[in-house]
């Protein structure tokens, strides 16, 4: 009689060992990356100093280093988790044209948007790592902002480059995470209008020539992976609504997602959603996915998934009046204007509510969706069925360097070449 594979067993009930070579290198390889990654961030605060095209300088340098945190999670995938993403849509996107290749079938893009808010829903700590990741192969990752807990800014390092890249940290108190959250958003807003126009300023002569900023704003609208205290929460929730409680996920929050919707949408008209569906195998249907593949048992014990499950769906034309998404259409921004009134994202109790039973309607489609994923190890796409695997690996040899920050020591070694050359300029002059 064969053993049962390892990821088909919960934590709890695995042996409690895992490679060694796992557990002596992956917490010297990721240590050290992020320390490399953040080094090279507080090298790039001088950057600020230089008038006029000093912030931008250090935006694009930042942006660097976060694409460098997806790379990472790359790195450490391959070398301590090796998985491959399974794509599936319901068009649009389109799966016929969602993957490009090169001459030898290997993936060499993913055709995603480059303004997106993107919304998944929660099954495990692993979800967002995947999700940077598929904006790495996008070529988008510079721009993707996560809302996380307010606490999490606090970590040594992490939280340290954390606020380097801009993420959004939330309470879980609306009242108090109104203000903040407009901030930011506003913020993003006017990074990615300045990104269209400074195509014709006349700084962008001094810089290589300026690309869109990109801008991926990833949000969970269950707030958190499920576990027996969410699962109370959302009964009680289920029970005043007068609906049934789900199985595989939470009931949304909806207020959060609108408002980061209506906020935005003004000053970056072409935004659109990217629905996101993440299921994991080997997890028997109504159990916790954060009990087979948790972050400690994936990467030090190396046990991940053999694949990773994501189902995309796009909505478009977000600011017409027949969008499929309800309430979103707020007042256009004034001439001259580049900053949304502080109220921009507040919407009326009845278009909240129609946001709130849409994206209610959402939820209860991919509990269907995550049954007969349970049903059937997949899920279903449109297009005759057809699916994308995508095997998680660097697509190019230099991200392997950006994954460590340029070393972190390279990166100082550079800038002291260029102080010390500078120094005997001065000196000759």
């Known amino acids: 009689m064969s053993e049962k594979p390892l990821y088909t067993i919960p ?15 992956f917490p010297l390889v990721f240590n050290f ?23 931008r300088w250090f935006d694009a340098a930042v942006g660097w280093t976060k694409d460098g945190y997806g790379r990472l999670l790359i790195v450490i995938t391959v070398l301590f988790g090796p998985t491959s993403l399974v794509l599936t849509t319901d068009t649009p996107p389109s799966i016929t044209n969602l993957v490009e290749r090169d001459a030898d079938g290997q993936m060499t893009k993913i055709n995603l948007p480059d303004r997106l808010v993107v919304m998944a829903n929660h099954q495990a700590y692993l979800d967002w790592m995947y999700l940077w990741i598929l904006s790495c192969y996008a070529g988008h990752s510079r721009g993707i902002i996560i809302l996380l807990k307010a606490s999490l800014k606090k970590i040594p390092v992490i939280g340290w480059g954390m606020r380097f890249f801009r993420f959004i940290f939330m309470n879980r108190s609306w009242a108090a995470d109104r203000d903040n959250l407009t901030l930011a958003l506003t913020q993003l807003g006017h990074q990615a209008r300045s990104g269209q126009e400074d195509h014709a300023s006349e700084t962008s002569g001094l810089l290589w020539p300026k690309k869109r900023s990109p801008l991926w704003l990833l949000i969970f609208p269950e707030g958190t992976i499920v576990s027996d205290e969410e699962r109370v929460k959302s009964v009680r929730y289920a029970e005043r609504e007068g609906v049934a409680d789900f199985v595989t996920m939470l009931h949304p929050r909806s207020t959060g997602l609108l408002f980061c919707l209506r906020t935005l949408l003004p000053q970056v008209p072409d935004l659109q959603l990217l629905d996101v569906t993440i299921g994991y195998p080997g997890v028997p249907y109504g159990k916790y996915p954060q009990d087979w593949y948790g972050l400690f048992s994936v990467f030090f014990r190396s046990v991940p998934p053999p694949t990773v499950h994501i189902h995309l769906h796009l909505y478009s034309n977000l600011t017409s009046s027949t969008s499929e998404v309800p309430s979103l259409v707020s007042k256009p921004l004034a001439a001259g204007n580049d900053q949304p009134p502080s109220d921009t994202g507040l919407a009326s109790p009845e278009e909240t509510r129609a946001f709130e039973l849409w994206l209610r309607g959402i939820w209860t489609a991919k509990e269907k969706r995550m049954e007969r994923f349970y049903r059937d190890g997949r899920f279903e796409s449109g297009e005759g069925g057809a699916r994308e695997v995508v095997p998680v690996k660097q697509t190019k040899w230099y991200h392997w360097i950006s994954a460590f920050g340029g070393g972190g020591m390279g990166t100082a070694a550079v800038v002291g070449v260029g102080i010390w050359q500078i120094a005997e300029l001065l000196k000759s002059s």
């Open 11 to 25: 934590i709890d009930q695995r042996p409690p060992h895992g490679p060694w070579t796992s557990k002596v290198f």
């Open 33 to 55: 990356a992020q320390l490399g990654i953040n080094s090279a961030q507080f090298l790039f605060v001088p950057l600020l100093l230089i008038p006029v095209v000093g912030r």
